[in-house]
């Protein structure tokens, strides 16, 4: 048995998740750093979800390098 074959529907749901892994990490990332008052007031969502978008950039530049 081959356990790797993955149908299309499994693919879709397992990018569903990251994206929603992705939201919500942003959210708790914001939120902290909010009541810590580590960010600019004038700051919002936003600029925090370009901040993790780069971190994510950057992981899988790493990750093709490595490859």
Do not use: Q
Not at 5 to 11: E, G, R, T
């Amino acid at each position: 048995m081959d356990f790797r074959i993955k149908n299309k529907s499994l693919k879709i749901w397992e990018k569903i998740g990251y994206v929603f892994a992705y939201i919500i990490s942003t959210f708790m990332l914001f939120f902290v750093l909010r009541f810590l008052e580590k960010i600019p007031p004038n700051w919002g969502v936003f600029h925090i979800s370009l901040f993790t978008m780069l971190i994510c950039l950057i992981g899988i530049l790493f990750r093709m390098i490595l490859k």
